[in-house]
């Protein structure tokens, strides 16, 4: 059977958002009174784009990848998504292109969303037209409409090449 030319992925992530962290959804920095809680900077929108990414190629998950030891507390996610599309290259596959929705009652993401698109279309060693980002504020329904968190909902396409 030969191999595919394409590969999809698709993966959901939450945190909570708490006091004294920083809100970082697609390696951008947001000003806020409170961040998301996590092992690492909990930026939902990369942690979507890697577990997405590694489903894709049938590599596991974020959990496998980058499991919650010493070695990556604290982490900058757009690091680790970097290194996820590094491995994704040296299998001979590149990003198609990748959406990815943002549940956040506040603040608002779409001063942010460009910065957020390069910062993802770079670590992903593409270019931001082939990178999507949305936001919902999910209209005071669930965790996320509540203000309690956030999640992201993320589809990858990799192509051989």
């Known amino acids: 059977m030969a191999e595919p030319a394409t590969r999809v992925g698709v993966a959901y992530d939450?945190?909570?958002?708490?006091?004294?962290?920083?809100?970082?959804?697609?390696?951008?920095?947001?000003?806020?009174?409170?961040?998301?809680?996590?092992?690492?900077?909990?930026?939902?929108?990369?942690?979507?784009?890697?577990?997405?990414?590694?489903?894709?190629?049938?590599?596991?998950?974020?959990?496998?990848?980058?499991?919650?030891?010493?070695?990556?507390?604290?982490?900058?996610?757009?690091?680790?998504?970097?290194?996820?599309?590094?491995?994704?290259?040296?299998l001979g596959w590149r990003l198609g292109n990748a959406d990815c929705m943002v549940v956040l009652a506040a603040p608002r993401l779409a001063p942010h969303v460009d910065a957020m698109r390069a910062a993802l279309a770079d670590a992903m060693g593409s270019q931001p037209e082939r990178v999507s980002v949305r936001g919902t504020t999910g209209d005071g329904l669930g965790f996320a409409g509540r203000g309690e968190g956030a999640a992201a909902h993320a589809v990858v396409l990799l192509e051989r090449g």
């Open 14 to 90: 939450a945190h909570r958002l708490v006091p004294g962290r920083p809100l970082i959804p697609g390696g951008v920095e947001i000003p806020f009174e409170r961040g998301l809680d996590g092992h690492s900077d909990a930026d939902i929108v990369c942690h979507a784009l890697i577990d997405a990414t590694l489903g894709a190629l049938a590599l596991g998950d974020i959990g496998r990848a980058f499991p919650n030891t010493e070695e990556f507390r604290g982490a900058r996610s757009l690091d680790l998504l970097r290194q996820t599309y590094e491995r994704v290259a040296s």
